[in-house]
């Protein structure tokens, strides 16, 4: 599980690539005020809007999410663990005034851009050059 990549997987790249496209910039991998070894996949640091790209597997989609049938008592305790920690790190944001926005990796980029752009739709975004497409 080391070797697998934390950040910068080929589903981000592409997210943060349309989010630039249309304009939006922001933070990657910014840390989560307070809560050490935490960190936002997209971070729009100026509204305080918050964006974790989830991935099926790690995070039990409930239409994707598998679970391994080798050390499957294992694996429950791992998932359960991992979502205690996604609503854990849910908690601390929206207390400290972020909001936050989880993104299942099998949204089509189109539906992820746009709920992005909904959630800071409550402010004044001005896009900086992007190209609408």
Not at 37 to 59: E, M, N, Q
């Amino acid at each position: 599980m080391s070797t697998l990549r934390r950040r910068d997987n080929d589903r981000e790249l592409a997210l943060r690539s349309a989010l630039h496209k249309v304009g939006l910039r922001f933070r990657v991998a910014y840390p989560v005020p307070g809560l050490p070894r935490r960190s936002i996949d997209v971070a729009f640091t100026r509204f305080k809007v918050a964006v974790f790209l989830d991935g099926c597997f790690w995070h039990g989609c409930p239409e994707h999410g598998t679970n391994p049938r080798s050390n499957g008592a294992w694996w429950a305790t791992k998932f359960a663990a991992n979502g205690a920690r996604d609503l854990d790190t849910n908690a601390h944001l929206e207390g400290a005034g972020w909001q936050v926005v989880r993104i299942w990796e099998h949204v089509p980029l189109d539906e992820a851009v746009s709920a992005i752009r909904v959630a800071l739709a409550g402010h004044v975004v001005a896009p900086r050059g992007g190209r609408e497409e």
